[in-house]
């Protein structure tokens, strides 16, 4: 059964760092895209990165780019967001979702992670 | 700034049909732009319902359709039942990496 679990969440000061991580199984990893997607408190969904099969291609939503890193290790069958120089309208439940194929233009889809809250707050 | 657009609710009786939609604010919908489907009920994960377009994900009921129509995406229900009442949500992709996510519409069944 395809699962995707998201750790790694917690509250942070403004300007500090956090690592997300997301564990995959049930399906072959290494064969597809995978997104992060988050949720402010109350709000709609917002997309937020995507790498590719083999890590080769990423892109970011315009709010974290050049503050967000998005990485892959196929051996691990996980994947990571890198939040730096994280602001207070971060704060926000952060899923990760895999693709329907290999590339970036591949949506999401499948199961998704319950999600992880990271709070950003002084 | 790309800005997707969908109804902010909607309602259907019991038994009922809806199209719910999801344009964009300049320029149409098309097949390029792999419009996918979700739904989320509160304090629940998103659940994928349709992507690329028309294309159903597995387990989910044939009720459930995607289409192109008048330039927008769409997501139709066909014999709506109480537990359809749920936000949905539609995400378009845009070329050349980012993907974008419409406010979502509220449905209620009643």
């Known amino acids: 059964q395809e699962q995707m679990v998201e750790s790694g969440g917690g509250v942070v000061q403004p300007g500090r760092s956090l690592r997300l991580s997301c564990a995959a199984s049930g399906f072959s990893f290494s064969s597809y895209a995978v997104h992060w997607v988050r949720q402010a408190p109350g709000k709609g969904l917002e997309w937020v990165a995507v790498i590719s099969y083999d890590g080769g291609f990423k892109y970011y939503a315009f709010s974290v780019e050049g503050r967000f890193a998005i990485s892959r290790d196929n051996s691990k069958n996980s994947l990571y967001l890198q939040m730096d120089s994280l602001r207070v309208e971060d704060t926000a439940v952060y899923f990760c979702?895999?693709?329907?194929?290999?590339?970036?233009?591949?949506?999401?889809?499948?199961?998704w992670g319950q999600g992880t809250l990271v709070t950003v707050s002084s | 700034q790309t800005v997707v657009t969908q109804e902010p609710s909607f309602s259907v009786s019991p038994g009922g049909t809806v199209t719910l939609t999801c344009g964009l604010d300049?320029?149409?919908?098309?097949?390029?732009?792999?419009a996918s489907w979700y739904q989320q009920t509160p304090g629940q994960a998103p659940r994928t319902l349709i992507h690329?377009?028309?294309t159903r994900s597995s387990g989910v009921p044939d009720r459930f359709s995607g289409s192109l129509f008048g330039g927008k995406a769409a997501l139709t229900i066909t014999g709506a039942q109480a537990d359809d009442e749920s936000d949905y949500y539609c995400v378009l992709y845009m070329g050349s990496g980012p993907w974008f996510f419409g406010g979502g519409t509220k449905l209620t069944v009643l």
């Open positions: 979702s895999r693709g329907s194929c290999e590339s970036t233009n591949c949506p999401m889809y499948g199961s």
């Open positions: 690329s377009t028309s």
């Open positions: 300049s320029g149409s919908v098309s097949g390029i732009n792999y």
